[in-house]
C-alpha cells in the first residue's frame, strides 16, 4: 500500500524525528505542534526542514494517517474531532511520574492499556498502537545502521483493514513490521515491558509480545 502523506500531531524529540525518517524515505509529513503553524519556521527549520506545519485542527486533511506524538499529560489539549474519523497511530507512552487527564488515569484505572484508553477517548478515530517503543534516536537512524540490525517495530490494532497501511508505513523507514493480534496486545509494547527500547528482530518480537501477553491474560479485565 502506497503512502502519500502523513500528517504528525507533536513536534517534539518522536514528532520531528518520524518526520526525518519519513521524509528520507519519500513520504510527505505535515507535522503540528501546541503553537500555531506560523511560529514553526526556525524549529522546523532546524529539527524537520522537510516537514510542513500546519494548524494541530487542519492535522488530518489530506493524509494518509496520523501519528500521535503528543505527551500524554498534554491529550486534553488535543481535539478529538481535528482526528474524527481518520487512522490515528498512538505512539505516546505512559510515564509514571506524569500526571494525566482524568478520562486517560480512570480508564488506565479501570485496567486498560494505554492505547485502548486512548482509543476509547478518541472515539471517532480508527486507533492503532506503533513506533512508542522506539527512541527518537533509533528511529532516525540513517538506513545502513537500521538495515544492519534488521530491527523490527510491532503494531497493534483492532482495525484489521488498516494493518497494511501501518505496516508500509514502518517498512517505508526501515523496519520490520510485526502485527499483534489486537490493540490490547499493545500492552506487550508498553514501557517496563520487554520490548520497550529494545533492538530485536522479528521473530524475537513477536514471541516476547506473545509471552508477555499470556503473563497478563488471566489478570485481563473484561472490556465491554
Ligand atoms: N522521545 C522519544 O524518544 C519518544 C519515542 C517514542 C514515543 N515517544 C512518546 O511520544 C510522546 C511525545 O514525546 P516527545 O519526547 O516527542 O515530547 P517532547 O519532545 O516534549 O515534544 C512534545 C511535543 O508535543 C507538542 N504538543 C503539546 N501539546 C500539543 C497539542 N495540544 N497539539 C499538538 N502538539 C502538542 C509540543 O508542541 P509545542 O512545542 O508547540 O508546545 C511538542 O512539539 C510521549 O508520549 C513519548 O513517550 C517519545
Same mark, same amino acid.
Given at each position: ?8 500531531? #507533536?513536534?517534539?524529540? $518522536?514528532?520531528? !524525528?518520524?518526520?526525518?525518517?519519513? @521524509? *528520507? ?6 507535522? @503540528? ?12 527549520a532546524?529539527?524537520a526542514?522537510? $516537514?510542513?506545519?500546519?494548524e ?8 494518509? %494517517? +496520523? ?10 489539549? +488535543?481535539?478529538?474531532?481535528? +482526528? ?5 497511530? &498512538?505512539?505516546?507512552?505512559?510515564? =509514571? ?30 486507533v @492503532? ?5 522506539? /527512541? ?7 538506513? !545502513?545502521?537500521? *538495515? ?7 503494531? @497493534?490494532?483492532?482495525?484489521?483493514? &488498516?494493518? =497494511? %497501511? +501501518? ?30 527500547? =529494545?533492538?530485536? #528482530?522479528?521473530?524475537?518480537? !513477536?514471541?516476547?509480545a506473545?509471552? =508477555? ?5 488471566? /489478570?485481563?479485565?473484561? %472490556?465491554?
Amino acid at each position: 500500500m502506497n503512502i502519500g502523506k502523513i500528517g504528525i500531531l #507533536g513536534a517534539g524529540r $518522536a514528532g520531528t !524525528a518520524l518526520a526525518r525518517a519519513a @521524509a *528520507s524515505a519519500g513520504i510527505e509529513v505535515n507535522i @503540528a505542534g501546541s503553537r500555531p503553524a506560523r511560529h514553526m519556521k526556525y524549529h522546523l527549520a532546524q529539527y524537520a526542514p522537510q $516537514a510542513i506545519a500546519v494548524e494541530a485542527t487542519d492535522i488530518a486533511r489530506d493524509v494518509d %494517517l +496520523v501519528v500521535l506524538m503528543v505527551p500524554q499529560e498534554d491529550l486534553d489539549e +488535543v481535539d478529538i474531532d481535528s +482526528v474524527d474519523g481518520v487512522l490515528l497511530i &498512538d505512539a505516546t507512552n505512559r510515564w =509514571e511520574d506524569e500526571p494525566l487527564p482524568n478520562w486517560l488515569e480512570n480508564a488506565l484505572e479501570k485496567g486498560l492499556s494505554s492505547s485502548e484508553a486512548i482509543a476509547e477517548h478518541f472515539n471517532g478515530s480508527r486507533v @492503532a498502537k506503533a513506533l512508542n517503543h522506539i /527512541s527518537h534516536w533509533d528511529l532516525d537512524a540513517d538506513r !545502513a545502521s537500521k *538495515s544492519a540490525s534488521q530491527r523490527a517495530l510491532a503494531f @497493534a490494532t483492532n482495525h484489521h483493514d &488498516d494493518a =497494511e %497501511l +501501518v505496516a508500509s508505513l514502518i517498512q517505508r523507514i526501515g523496519f520490520a513490521p510485526v502485527m499483534l493480534p489486537d490493540l490490547a496486545a499493545g500492552r506487550a509494547l508498553e514501557p517496563n515491558g520487554d520490548i520497550f527500547n =529494545e533492538i530485536l #528482530g522479528a521473530e524475537e518480537l !513477536a514471541r516476547r509480545a506473545a509471552e =508477555e501477553n499470556a503473563r497478563q491474560e488471566p /489478570s485481563k479485565p473484561r %472490556l465491554h
